[in-house]
């Protein structure tokens, strides 16, 4: 299973309303996770099952969708939140987004 | 709490085999539903799954690189150990080991080690 991320990169100030969009090949139901990476450090999960927040993840960031197509949103952009986000798909084995790189505007 | 800790060599030449060890605590894979993973990132790339093993020895393969690659565990020292032969500068990159919650059909990793280095070079 192929998972697309768009965009690859954007840009965008404090305070901004961020969406990312991930589209999976074939159908994977709501087996859909979020990632946040910052440099030079692990992963941390943001999301799980396309809508479950990952406890002490703060509730600006939300996910949506089912099926092949999902968002990432994140309601008021922290400086915290500058960083690099992947989508994984966990319907068949576990395959990563390509990636989006949040930078400052 | 749970933690992983990965180790291994941080240089290898081409065609050697590359063994990383995962030493886990907070947690045990002799525990029915557990599972830990290994995951790499080229410089600068996405994150891409490698390998996956269950607490009943159940093992899961990124399919372009399953003839390389083979993963174990020692439940007595609580480590996970994978090997992949073959080396290439290709696989070059950080080397993570993460912890695999499963609830029903969904399965995410909450819990990632801070990660290994590889440099694959003659």
């Known amino acids: 299973i192929q998972m697309t991320q768009s965009p690859s990169s954007l840009s965008a100030s404090v305070g901004d309303r961020v969406t990312i969009t991930c589209r999976a090949s074939q159908s994977i139901s709501s087996y859909l996770n979020w990632y946040q990476q910052k440099p030079g450090k692990a992963a941390k999960l943001l999301i799980f099952g396309a809508i479950n927040l990952q406890s002490g993840v703060p509730s600006r960031f939300s996910g949506s969708g089912s099926g092949t197509e999902f968002t990432l949103t994140i309601s008021s952009l922290q400086p915290e939140d500058f960083a690099t986000y992947y989508c994984?798909?966990?319907?068949?084995?576990?395959?990563f987004g390509q990636g989006t790189k949040v930078e400052v505007k | 709490q749970v933690t992983l800790e990965e180790s291994g060599p941080t240089v290898v030449k081409p065609t050697q085999t590359v063994t990383l060890n995962c030493t886990i605590s907070?947690?045990?894979?002799?525990?029915?539903?557990?599972?830990v993973g290994w995951i790499r990132q080229p410089p600068g790339k996405a994150l891409e799954w490698l390998a996956l093993?269950?607490?009943?020895?159940?093992?899961r393969f990124r399919p372009d690189l399953e003839g390389r690659l083979a993963i174990t565990k020692d439940p007595s020292k609580d480590q996970i150990l994978l090997t992949v032969t073959n080396a290439d500068p290709a696989d070059t990159g950080t080397y993570y080991c993460?912890?695999?919650?499963?609830?029903?059909?969904?399965?995410?990793?909450?819990?990632w080690g801070q990660g290994t280095p590889v440099t694959v070079s003659s």
């Open positions: 993460a912890h695999l919650q499963t609830v029903g059909w969904s399965s995410y990793f909450d819990y």
């Open positions: 907070g947690f045990s894979l002799t525990t029915s539903g557990e599972g």
């Open positions: 093993i269950y607490w009943d020895d159940d093992k």
């Open positions: 994984q798909q966990s319907y068949n084995m576990w395959t």
